[in-house]
């Protein structure tokens, strides 16, 4: 399974996001590629704790619900909704442009990636508490289901 906790899942990731350009069109969704960075780099500060987010109610167990996104070898579905702290339209870092958003994006997915952080004080809106391999699968999972929202 890939991951980013894997030198190999984390250049993937790296070399997806080098081919997006400005123009890059979306095949679903709602968001620009400005946006997707943005959003991107604020999913992974919030793993990091530098911003939060608020619990999304299921109807799934979290327990049943995280083993399946996580574990089974499918893609995630189009047009989920996100936390309003995630959103563009709301609670998003706003982009900046182009070059500058993928930047910061790039420079928190290697902090994110750096080392065995400990993310025990660390919620997941939908998965709430979450091993440091299982944020890591989580963060690969994530950016490739945005970089195959815009055909990378």
Known sequence: MSSLSLPQ???EILNRLAQLTP???RRWGRMTV???LCHLA???SLALGAKQASRMPVLIPRPVMKWVALNLPMRWPKNLATRPEMAQEFGGTPPVGFEEDRRRLVEILKS???SER???AIEHPIFLRMRHAEW???GYLHADHHLRQ???
């Open 9 to 11: 899942g984390q250049a």
């Open 112 to 114: 994110f990636c750096e």
């Open 150 to 152: 815009f055909g990378c």
């Open 23 to 25: 123009d890059s069109p």
């Open 118 to 120: 400990n993310f025990a």
């Open 42 to 44: 604020d999913s992974y």
């Open 136 to 138: 890591l699968r989580w």
């Open 34 to 36: 400005n946006q997707m």
